[in-house]
Nanobody
Framework: QVQLVESGGGLVQPGGSLRLSCTAS????????MRWYRQAPGKQRELVAH???????NYADSVKGRFTISRDNAKNTVYLQMNSLKPEDTAVYYC?????????WGQGTQVTVSS
């Protein structure tokens, strides 16, 4: 079955960096796009970044220039490098696999940006 396992979250000071990882199994990773979403307390889940099967990225305006999405198809893993973190980036971050008409979520990893 499809599984997505995120890691790399934690507590970081404003201006700091974190790298999130999402390792996938149960499908042919290299042929499908992948996404990172986030959900802050009391807010709707929002799309943060998308990467096509070919590696082309797209970003939400709020993270452009600070976050970088990438993928390693040999490791079945998608990454989110987050730099210049702000308190408003605090959220649970979710990995999402878009498999045609079906979508699968990871369990989420907490990112807290605070001094």
């Amino acid at each position: 079955q499809v599984q997505l396992v995120e890691s790399g979250g934690g507590l970081v000071q404003p201006g700091g960096s974190l790298r999130l990882s999402c390792t996938a199994s149960g499908f042919i990773f290299s042929v499908f796009p992948m996404r990172w979403y986030r959900q802050a307390p009391g807010k709707q889940r929002e799309l943060v970044a998308h990467i096509s099967s070919g590696g082309s990225p797209n970003y939400a305006d709020s993270v452009k220039g600070r976050f970088t999405i990438s993928r390693d198809n040999a490791k079945n893993t998608v990454y989110l490098q987050m730099n210049s973190l702000k308190p408003e980036d605090t959220a649970v971050y979710y990995c999402y696999a878009a498999l045609g008409s079906l979508g699968y979520w990871g369990q989420g990893t907490q990112v807290t940006v605070s001094s």
